[in-house]
């Protein structure tokens, strides 16, 4: 267990509609990632926070928001929803902001969207 | 931009068999290399890393030495077991401390 929690496991919605992906880091972690992974783009790294400020920025597209609440748990939001936005998405957390400290990844939400 | 390149896979093997799995990156400076793991239904889990040339990481069997001269962070276990059957990630860590993947090789190991 890497202690980095992610909520709902699977999501399943319609075009066009809005959803909200949650991640609580592992304890004293102040650094969130968001990741997607799909078979034909493998990980693509979308959004970093560290310590509630948005820290780096990847792959996102318009369509999709990210924030990171004063007690650390982070939210991503996509919405306007398209077919090819059906992956897995993964949050991740880290001590600091570095590599001096080991990315801890959740197991994951399953987005499929009809 | 800095990118990783590994690859494809799905590489089957037999037990107790030698594995590599290749890898090769590209970035200005001298970024931070990975190996991560990640068994079925699960989340990725950090393998190995090395952060400056000639490094070598070593866990769990499997070994990956930072390569300079030819951009290279292949993974290698002398003997692979069942257990090891899962899909392995090579990554980088470039400036802004965020990870680039590779796309990722399949191994299956055999009994």
């Known amino acids: 267990d890497s202690g980095v929690t992610q909520t709902p496991k699977h999501l399943i919605t319609a075009t066009g509609q809005r959803v909200t992906l949650r991640c609580s880091p592992r304890s004293g972690d102040l650094s969130v990632y968001w990741y997607q992974q799909s078979l034909d783009q493998g990980l693509q790294f979308l959004i970093q926070y560290y310590n509630g400020e948005e820290r780096a920025k990847g792959n996102i597209l318009e369509r999709f928001s990210a924030q990171q609440f004063p007690d650390l748990h982070s939210e991503l939001n996509l919405s306007s929803l398209e077919l090819g936005d059906s992956a897995l998405y993964f949050c991740?957390?880290?001590?600091?902001?570095?590599?001096?400290?080991?990315?801890?990844f959740g197991n994951g939400t399953r987005l499929t969207v009809t | 931009g800095n990118s990783v390149t590994q690859m494809e896979g799905p590489v089957t093997l037999s037990e107790e068999a030698f594995l590599t799995i290749n890898c090769t990156y590209t970035a200005t400076g001298y970024p931070s290399l990975f190996w991560y793991v990640q068994y079925p239904g699960e989340g990725l889990q950090l393998l190995l890393k090395?952060?400056?040339?000639?490094d070598k990481g070593s866990n769990k069997g499997f070994e990956a030495t930072y390569r300079k001269e030819t951009t290279s962070f292949h993974l290698e276990k002398g003997s692979v077991q069942v257990s090891d059957s899962a899909v392995y990630f090579c990554a980088l860590e470039d400036s802004g401390y965020a990870l680039n993947f590779g796309k990722g090789t399949s191994l299956l190991v055999t009994p």
């Open positions: 991740a957390s880290r001590r600091g902001g570095g590599h001096n400290s080991p990315l801890h």
């Open positions: 090395a952060t400056k040339a000639d």
